[in-house]
């Protein structure tokens, strides 16, 4: 169940983004990144994924010094029961090597036709 406050939560996310989500997203948006539609921000109750593509199922989070493996493996298992791919990246492999991990996303996109 999504409630106000988790769509509040997702408002102040947006708007308070980190340096890494802000540089990943302006590589993301507006179909950048092999034609492929992303979201920023975006509520799978009970959690809220940095960014998402339904087509090609595919999640990726961004994460900095507050996330673990171990405290994130139940909600990467949630979020693939429910039918995702999930991948991370930490904050400093965004903001110093952006091509690498736009190229590890692109790898898990779908063929996108040429226009």
Not at 101 to 115: D, E, F, K, Y
């Amino acid at each position: 169940m999504v409630t106000s406050e988790m769509k509040n939560r997702v408002r102040d996310l947006r708007r308070n983004a980190t340096d890494a989500e802000a540089l990943l997203w302006s590589k993301l948006r507006n179909r950048q990144l092999g034609g492929a539609k992303f979201r920023r921000q975006v509520i799978i109750a009970p959690y809220i994924a940095d960014f998402i593509c339904f087509d090609a199922r595919l999640i990726v989070e961004v994460d900095g010094g507050q996330h673990s493996t171990e405290a994130d493996s139940p909600r990467t298992a949630f979020l693939e029961t429910q039918g995702f791919k999930v991948i991370r990246f930490w904050n400093h492999e965004v903001l110093g090597n952006i091509d690498g991990v736009l190229a590890t996303i692109a790898m898990h996109l779908p063929p996108h036709p040429a226009r």
